[in-house]
């Protein structure tokens, strides 16, 4: 057996942790990892967010983030040890021998030069090529990645190309020195399914071609089934299961496993479109300050009371712009809203208390959503003395039975957000919405910020409220399968306008309108060869055409 | 005060110090603040720890009535400038629009006009008393304050908790004193020390040029002044305020970098 080309046995890492209001100690983030990678070989490293991936991944570049300490174990590439080589040595191997692809190419790029530039700079520095060899490899590589006009694309600066092109101009540029091993830290994630499965693609013939091995970080595991020949599962920092993508989607062994893989399985059934509708909105159009064009163009949906209606849509859709319309912060320009039967006032500062109350929202980021310097006690409690007057003992008891229902126990009042999870942490701000006693609440994304098994949880603690409650719920998001899981009717949204309308059974049953099609088939499935599948299926019905 | 770092326990001990001597003055003091009790310009001796000054006064009684008229006066000037100045920072924030154009424009125009030549404009015209010179120290200072705590509270003002607290109904006061304020308290912090210690400075330097404290009341800037001619013969009278500025400052800003420490570890506060 020829020798692997990256060996990592028995990997520690450990790093000191800043605990509020505690000394600092010392925390293992990855303990007793060991994994090997022959040449050409894909590998998906999986995991909630805290499993210790991206610092595995990043392991292999011997490089430790802030405060991190590779304490224990041995990292061999191509055959020498590296854990404790020399920075000379590291200088000379990262973004030679290994590189590295981050998650987001946004935040990546150095704004200010051009693509082509920082394309070709690993390569120059390492002097594996000369300027122009590497320029004609940098173009190779964008047709590889199909990226539009190819000879071209390297002149661009990273704000004159989308998202989806700038991660693809990032694979480009991890490709471009010949590196042995590349690593992708969660390379699609911050993409829209429509972008992710272009990327996604391309990716997979780049490793293909070029014959490079791969790291590829994830928590989509139907993703990293659709890349890599084996898979490890991690969990605190620990791994789990290893094996190959067939056997890990097919035949998971470890419990862990198996409920990331069957994630997502609430059956939710269809409430009939019955009574008055509570929220109607009719032919509204909104538009930010002296903009030209609309963002939201005559949009009609309606909204029955206990029934929840999801806005689908990718990135700049105008989902959050509804949601900025219908709680007041943004008037629309034409079109009215009806609330419970009477008109809603469309700027905040016209409408009463009682229909501020009776419509609430929860946001993306629980952290922000929070106030960082008030406890989960005030959080809560403000609501109930806003609204309803309560005070002293009469409010403890109430947010004590506001937690019970958000299934925090005992103990958490006292608590600060930075003490919380990011699960919990959404809980908080479930219960401040609740608190309000509202017939609606505007769910924005308010999954997408955590981890499958995490969302799974809050999901389904928002179905069993809206069971006891009755409460409404406007639920926007990207993710259909989110949609599948808790909407009674679908509005699928796009450039502003709504696509697609009606019960959910309708919505998602053909045919199906050419967006709403391309939305529902780009959503990547748990099973083996579905992004080949998805990707002939649409050539054959481009050729048809 | 626990895991308190050494540095900001000299600093809290030497800051300590000084406030207790300004307070404790008439109990502390060895002699009268304007006694002629021996020769002019004497050396520091048994009798006189620090010497005496150009009339024959005891250098240590001055330096401490001094003291207790400077920190007075620049605490409650700071005070003032950051009550002041916070408050419309603020609020110029969360309004926005043409009210924080006007806002921040006059401040803009008071800032333009050398912060020293604008307060001896205004104290030549006016009686130096007190609280005249508070006032206008305070209100000089509130521009900086202004400024900083507009720029903090812009940041924090689009924030979704702030969002939050709109939807729900809140009063432009709540969100000021309970959503913005706790949040922009680690900046305001930080810039209190360093303002304290200006404060201390531009009394001083007022009191210099003699429009500040008036003898035979005693601050240090005076002490400076009344004492300069003795430093062409190689006496140190006037050396001893300014030692007692620099130490002052040093130790305030030693416990203003740990109370900023502090803030911005605990309870996940900005920048955290």
């Keep these: 057996m020829p020798d692997p080309l990256l060996d990592i046995r028995n990997l520690r890492i450990e790093a000191t942790v800043y605990a509020p209001g505690e000394k600092p100690r010392n925390a293992v983030i990855v303990d007793d990892v060991s994994l090997s990678l022959e040449r050409g070989k894909v590998m998906g490293l999986i995991g909630e967010s805290g499993a210790g991936k991206s610092t595995i991944g990043l392991s292999a570049l011997a ?112 490709l471009c020195p010949k590196p042995d091993l590349v690593i992708f830290d969660e390379p699609t994630t911050a993409l829209d399914v429509t972008t992710q499965i272009d990327v996604l693609a391309a990716i997979k013939t780049a490793i293909a071609e070029t014959g490079v091995a791969a790291l590829y970080i994830t928590h989509d595991l139907a993703v990293v089934a659709q890349v890599s020949d084996e898979i490890m599962v991690l969990r605190h920092g620990k791994m789990v299961e290893h094996g190959t993508c067939q056997q890990i989607i097919e035949a998971p062994r470890e419990e862990y496993t198996r409920a990331l893989i069957s994630v997502r399985s609430i059956d939710h059934q269809e409430k009939s479109p019955e009574g008055e509708a509570l ?169 997408s910020a955590l981890d499958p098994l995490v969302a799974d949880g809050i999901l389904k603690l928002l179905l069993d409220l809206q069971a006891r409650e009755g409460v409404a719920y406007l639920f926007i998001t990207h993710d259909i399968a989110t949609v599948k899981a808790i909407a009674d009717s679908i509005a699928v949204m796009y450039q502003g306008r709504v696509q697609r309308y009606g019960a959910k059974s309708q919505v998602l049953a053909p045919p199906f309108d050419d967006y709403t099609d391309l939305l529902l088939s780009s959503v990547p499935e748990m099973e083996l060869g579905w992004l080949e599948r998805v990707l002939d299926h649409r050539r054959m019905e481009s050729a048809g055409n | 005060m626990k895991g308190m770092p050494l540095s900001a326990q000299l600093g809290l001990f030497i800051t300590v110090l000084y406030f207790a001597a300004a307070i404790l003055a008439p109990v502390i003091a060895p002699y009268g603040m304007s006694e002629i009790v021996g020769d002019v310009w004497e050396p520091s001796s048994a009798r006189f720890w620090l010497g005496t000054d150009n009339l024959g006064r005891d250098l240590l009684t001055r330096m401490i009535y001094g003291g207790r008229t400077t920190i007075f006066v620049a605490a409650m000037a700071t005070a003032l400038s950051f009550t002041l100045g916070s408050i419309l920072g603020f609020t110029a924030a969360v309004y926005g629009g043409w009210v924080d154009q006007v806002m921040s424009r006059l401040n803009d125009l008071v800032m333009s006009i050398p912060t020293l030549i604008f307060a001896l404009v205004v104290l030549s015209v006016m009686p130096v008393t007190l609280p005249i010179l508070i006032f206008i120290m305070g209100f000089l200072d509130s521009t900086r304050v202004f400024r900083l705590s507009r720029a903090v509270a812009v940041d924090i003002n689009v924030m979704d908790y702030v969002e939050a607290a709109r939807l729900r109904g809140e009063g432009q006061a709540w969100v000021i004193f309970r959503e913005i304020l706790p949040n922009a308290l680690s900046p305001l912090v930080a810039e209190l020390g360093l303002r304290f210690i200006f404060a201390i400075l531009f009394i001083s330097t007022l009191s210099f040029l003699g429009l500040g404290i008036q003898p035979p009341a005693a601050d240090w800037g005076g002490i400076v002044k009344e004492n300069r001619e003795g430093i062409v013969y190689g006496i140190p009278a006037a050396l001893v305020p300014a030692v007692a500025i620099v130490t002052l400052s040093i130790s305030v800003n030693l416990v203003a970098d740990w109370a900023l420490n502090r803030t911005t570890s605990l309870k996940g506060g900005r920048g955290a």
Excluded at chain 1, 126 to 141: I, N, P, S, Y
């Design chain 1, 279 to 447: 929220l109607t909105v009719e032919g509204v159009s909104a538009r930010y300050g002296a903009m030209a064009k609309d963002v939201l163009s005559d949009v009609s949906v309606a909204l029955r009371p206990g029934q929840t209606l999801a806005l689908v849509g990718e990135s700049g859709s105008g989902k959050s712009t509804m949601a900025r319309v219908i709680t007041g912060l943004l008037p629309p320009r034409k079109g009215t809203i009806t609330f419970d039967g009477k008109p809603l006032p469309g700027a905040l500062k016209d409408r009463s208390r009682e229909e501020l109350r009776e419509l609430q929202m929860i946001y993306q980021m629980a952290d922000v959503a929070m106030n960082p310097r008030q406890t989960v006690a005030t959080i809560i409690g403000r609501p109930l003395e806003f609204y309803f007057g309560l005070k002293g003992r009469e409010r403890d008891a109430r947010v004590q039975e506001l937690l019970d229902a958000i299934e925090l126990g005992e103990g958490f009042a006292d608590r600060y957000p930075a003490e919380l999870s990011g699960g919990q942490k959404q809980r908080v701000c479930i219960a401040r919405a609740l608190a309000a006693k509202p017939k609606l609440i505007i769910c924005d994304e308010v999954t």
């Design chain 1, 63 to 174: 490089y430790g983030r802030g405060g991190i300490r590779l304490s224990g174990g041995e990292i061999r590439l191509n055959g020498r040890e590296i854990r404790l080589a020399s920075g000379a040595t590291l200088r000379s191997l990262r973004g030679k021998e290994v590189t590295y692809v981050a998650q987001s190419a946004a935040a990546a790029f150095n704004p200010a030069k051009r693509l082509m530039e920082q394309v070709t700079e690993a390569a120059l520095a390492h002097g594996v090529m000369t300027q122009a060899e590497a320029e004609a490899r940098a173009v190779d590589l964008f047709r590889t990645l199909s990226l539009p006009d190819p000879e071209n694309f390297g002149r661009r600066y990273p704000h004159q190309v989308s998202g989806g092109q700038l991660q693809r101009a990032m694979t480009a540029m991890a």
